[in-house]
């Protein structure tokens, strides 16, 4: 029985609906786009974060990185400052002995020019000692990683990476070649697997390995420091206590006293995780949060089509009234068009935010489960801002008597 009314109910309102059937697209359009924005959004935010994660653990999870806190020293003769940096590579080598570190390695970062058979560019440096192959899980395609041997007698030996390489010699190979570096000739014994692009954009192919005594005598002026200590602990849970042992250690080592501060700065990957999983939350927060306004916005242009079908349909109002019908059959009539308005609306932008999101999937390079969910809750509150902002119109039927509808 309650079927069946609400059946011939439905079907009264679709009947009223198609006589004005560009200004009801319209009012439905609204909400259409909208529903599809918010499930369009929440998708790429879904695969952006998947992406980001993804890089962020390519090297494990279980990274430490201390970076070098830099400190003003004024000269004793002159007045003059100069920047400090406090790591040495002997840091690396004690704390690689404390208790559940796996791998700890110095590591020094610049940008140099560097000139190949086919062309120059202004790529980074990297210098650190062999393990940094085995910490960072690089692969090769050609050649040989530089050893121990040679990175104690200060051999002018490199591994590149392969954006690297298109750059100084496009497709040819440059294994057993020698490029200069800042004018320093330097012989190419191994290309590394490409590995792609870090979690803030920078190629990691783009890069020259460099034994690290080697690059600190003919390149880095006989600095003895660098810039950078990376230890990789056993497993996860040994994080906490290896980040503070190694605390403790570097200050020790670096004879600092009570109450001064630290001259460097540990950072552990699941703090950097949950920093960009915190900033893609509030990005896609943000984006879903104004993609929603539109919906509200949406919502507005119901009204005021609903309020223009009533004005028109005063006479229609006045008879149905007049031949018996009550307020709340009235009411029922635009409250049914109201859902028709938001059904249409909702289910469409959900199909088409689905649809627009497999089809982001398919064609790039984001990696997402669909959001049914979201989907669901956007067409969802779609339906409830029609019915909302379709009360208002609906009572004001409602509120005609059949001698001022007839009347007007």
């Not at 692969?139 to 990476?161: M, W």
Request: aromatic content about 4%.
């Amino acid at each position: 029985m309650i079927s069946s009314r609400l059946g011939r109910l439905l079907a009264a309102a679709w009947s009223g609906i198609k006589e004005h059937r560009l200004r009801a697209c319209l009012a439905a359009g609204g909400l259409l786009v909208g529903v599809a924005a918010v499930v369009v959004m929440v998708a790429v935010g879904n695969g952006t974060r998947n992406q980001v994660l993804e890089r962020l653990t390519a090297m494990g999870t279980n990274i430490i990185t201390i970076r070098s806190a830099k400190r003003s020293a004024s000269g004793l003769r002159a007045r003059t400052t100069s920047d400090m940096v406090a790591l040495e590579p002997a840091d690396a080598e004690a704390l690689s002995r404390l208790e559940g570190a796996e791998i700890a390695v110095p590591l020094e970062m610049r940008l140099m020019r560097m000139s190949g058979p086919e062309g120059t560019t202004d790529a980074l440096m990297l210098a650190s000692r062999p393990d940094i192959f085995a910490l960072e899980n690089h692969e090769l395609t050609q050649g040989r990683l530089f050893t121990e041997r040679e990175e104690r007698t200060n051999r002018r030996v490199a591994v590149i990476g392969p954006t690297l390489r298109d750059h100084l010699a496009g497709d040819e190979s440059l294994v057993g070649r020698t490029i200069e570096v800042k004018k320093q000739p330097f012989l190419i014994v191994g290309e590394l697997k490409s590995k792609g692009v870090d979690a803030n954009g920078n190629d990691l192919d783009e890069r020259l390995y460099l034994p690290l005594k080697t690059a600190q005598s003919r390149l880095l002026a006989g600095t003895r420091n660098v810039g950078l200590l990376v230890v990789r602990a056993e497993n996860q849970a040994a994080m906490p206590d290896l980040a503070s042992d190694a605390a403790i250690l570097l200050r020790q080592r670096h004879k600092l006293k009570q109450g001064q501060p630290d001259d460097f700065r540990i950072y552990t990957q699941l703090e950097t995780i949950q920093r960009r999983e915190e900033s893609n939350r509030i990005f896609s927060s943000t984006i879903t949060g104004v993609a929603a306004v539109s919906l509200l916005v949406a919502g507005v242009g119901i009204m005021a089509v609903m309020l223009i079908a009533v004005k028109e349909r005063t006479a229609e109002i006045g008879l149905r009234r007049a031949v018996g019908a009550r307020r709340r059959d009235i009411l029922m009539q635009f409250m049914a068009e109201a859902l028709v308005l938001g059904l249409a609306g909702g289910g469409g932008g959900a199909l088409l935010g689905l649809f627009a999101s497999w089809a982001v999937r398919a064609f790039g390079p984001l990696e997402f489960v669909l959001p049914w969910q979201a989907a669901l809750g956007a067409a969802g509150l779609a339906l409830a801002i029609s019915l909302a902002f379709g009360l208002a119109p609906a009572r004001r039927a409602a509120g005609l008597t059949p001698v001022d509808a007839l009347r007007e």
